[in-house]
């Protein structure tokens, strides 16, 4: 299943007190394995960065003066989330954030529903630990040499390892991978797609072409025509 591992850094603590996003990374999983691809940009809040957010994440006022705006990078952010589900740090925080920003454009919103949320994911999972993402890496033996400051990219990727520990660690999503990869040969076998040399050739009839082009028109997103 399509996840992907999300971090944002901000000008402050509440979209509600004017604190805008200066700072975006995300990080695509396979079987909760990162696959390579990654989104990662670096915005305009059009407003001050207080010194207390410049110490968290190091973002000058004269750095962020000429990146764009979210409204520039939002259609190409959306693009990349696609219907996958999100990995969040206090997933409450990041998309009180981002849904603050698509609502001053006039975009939907992304439902909480979505999202995945580590710290209470890891509540669950090792009860009584310390749940900040710091003490997650930390207690998973996951290098943290180069936070020096947060960034969202560096942090959707140490979240990226977080989250495959907390489901059980690399060899069961491989496991769950291969399941998934079994699903999708069984599917082609079933409907007669041959996956020879990597080219996909339907053995239909005429009837069965119809019954699949109808099948297709009713879908959103036919993932396996591309």
Same mark, same amino acid.
């Given at each position: ?27 695509? #999983? ?67 954030? #981002? ?53 969202? #990219? ?73």
């Amino acid at each position: 299943m399509r996840r992907i591992a999300l971090d944002t850094e901000t000008t402050g603590l509440s979209p509600l007190n004017g604190h805008r996003i200066v700072e975006i990374g995300c990080v695509e #999983l396979d079987g909760n394995i990162p696959t390579g691809k990654e989104w990662h940009t670096y915005l305009n809040p059009e407003r001050d960065v207080p010194e207390a957010a410049q110490s968290v994440h190091g973002l000058s006022n004269n750095f962020l003066s000429d990146k764009p705006l979210f409204k520039d990078m939002s259609d190409e952010l959306l693009l990349f989330l696609g219907n996958a589900e999100l990995v969040i740090h206090n997933a409450k925080f990041d998309l009180g954030f #981002l849904n603050h920003e698509l609502k001053i454009i006039n975009k939907p919103i992304i439902r909480m529903e979505k999202a995945i949320d580590t710290v209470i994911l890891a509540r669950k999972t090792i009860p009584g630990a310390a749940a900040s993402l710091d003490a997650l890496c930390k207690r998973f033996n996951i290098d943290l040499t180069k936070r020096e400051k947060h960034g969202a #990219l560096l942090d959707a990727q140490l979240l990226a390892e977080v989250y495959l520990e907390l489901t059980g660690g690399r060899q069961s999503s491989f496991q769950l991978a291969e399941e998934e990869k079994e699903k999708k040969r069984k599917f082609f076998k079933n409907n007669n797609i041959d996956l020879n040399k990597n080219n996909l050739e339907a053995k239909l009839n005429d009837q069965e072409i119809k019954e699949h082009e109808k099948l297709i028109s009713k879908l959103k997103s036919a993932i396996w025509l591309k």
